[in-house]
């Protein structure tokens, strides 16, 4: 498959299984995870914003992008257990702070909530796992065998696709169709995504019984987590966020404007400075001074998106 912008990936073997990934810069260590149907690509420019000072790695979920398959069904919790994996595979033997979009967001959650002390931080953009809402082509994907008849790799259904995770669809380029396209082109493109989605939902939407066992164990963690999501999101809705103030009201929040399902692509720069001031508040306060942090004074949704800002429970 053609190489992502910037420098090209590498491969780690995993379990067995090659894994593709990228890893640059040095400094503390910081994984990338994106969401179903997606690959490493989602983070290339917010992974080229860390590398000057962090160890940034970007990696393809097993079966997406470049990363063949493994051979574990595809529940959230053998996902979770990938991503400790892949750490003990690149050598990183230190808490790493994790970035998380859509489904990466739940698949950090879980990764946090089973291995806690290997979790500096969390930072989850637009996350699976705190409603039921979900954009009707993934509930579609339970149907058998509606389902599969709709991963056809066509470009007017990756056209379709790209044009659901943004706002603006000026970020819908020829190039991003073209490499989606060939992403869903994969032997075993089709069958990864149906089983993601099954085992994470149904028609009805994201399944309740993962969320709640989740979301519970998370609220426990004693770790500095931040939320954000982009007001204009298709695949999984803002009032989401919430749902998320509601369950981790020690996490510091942030609503995007006028953006989509992916801020940090949509909103970069301001993603960008938002993410490196939350490591460097909550994150580095945290490894110096286990007390509790105080709340932001500022009113909830304002601007600078300290609604709340503390180390997540």
Not at 123 to 140: K, S, W
């Given at each position: 498959m053609t190489a992502p912008?910037?420098?090209?990936?590498?491969?780690?073997?995993?379990?067995?299984?090659?894994?593709?990934?990228?890893?640059?810069?040095?400094?503390p260590p910081v994984l990338l995870l994106h969401g179903i149907g997606r690959t490493l690509r989602d983070f290339d420019d917010l992974h080229e914003r860390?590398?000057?000072?962090?160890?940034?790695?970007?990696?393809?979920?097993?079966?997406?992008?470049n990363s063949l398959p493994m051979t574990a069904p595809y529940t959230l919790p053998n996902l979770a257990r990938f991503v400790g994996h892949y750490l003990d595979a690149v050598g990183v033997d230190q808490p790493v702070r994790l970035v998380g979009n859509?489904?990466?967001?739940?698949?950090?959650?879980?990764?946090?909530?089973?291995?806690?002390?290997?979790?500096?931080?969390l930072?989850?953009?637009?996350?699976?796992?705190?409603?039921?809402?979900?954009?009707?082509?993934?509930?579609?994907l339970a149907l058998r065998p509606l389902g599969r008849l709709l991963l056809r790799p066509t470009r007017y259904a990756a056209r379709r696709?790209?044009?659901s995770l943004f706002h603006d669809p000026a970020h819908v380029t020829a190039e991003r169709i073209a490499y989606a396209l060939e992403v869903a082109r994969q032997p075993h493109a089709a069958r990864v995504m149906l089983e993601t989605a099954r085992n994470l939902?149904?028609?009805?939407?994201?399944?309740?019984?993962?969320?709640?066992?989740?979301?519970?164990?998370?609220?426990?963690?004693?770790?500095p987590t931040l939320v954000v999501w982009g007001d204009r999101d298709l695949i999984l809705p803002a009032t989401h966020l919430d749902a998320a103030r509601a369950?981790?009201?020690r996490a510091r929040t942030h609503l995007f404007d006028k953006c989509g399902h992916m801020p940090q692509i949509e909103c970069a720069e301001e993603f960008h400075d938002l993410l490196r001031d939350?490591?460097?508040?909550?994150?580095d306060r945290t490894a110096v001074d286990d007390s509790p942090a105080g709340t932001d004074s500022g009113p909830a949704g304002g601007a600078d998106g300290r609604e709340r800002m503390a180390e997540a429970g």
């Open positions: 912008t910037g420098r090209r990936p590498r491969h780690v073997t995993v379990e067995g299984r090659r894994v593709c990934h990228r890893v640059d810069g040095d400094g860390l590398a000057g000072s962090f160890r940034v790695h970007s990696v393809d979920l097993p079966g997406y992008g859509s489904l990466g967001g739940a698949i950090a959650m879980r990764f946090a909530a089973t291995e806690p002390d290997r979790v500096a931080s930072a989850l953009v637009n996350p699976a796992g705190f409603g039921r809402e979900v954009t009707i082509a993934l509930r579609l696709a790209e044009l939902g149904t028609f009805r939407g994201v399944s309740p019984q993962w969320r709640e066992e989740l979301l519970a164990q998370v609220e426990q963690l004693d770790v369950r981790l009201p939350f490591w460097a508040t909550d994150c």
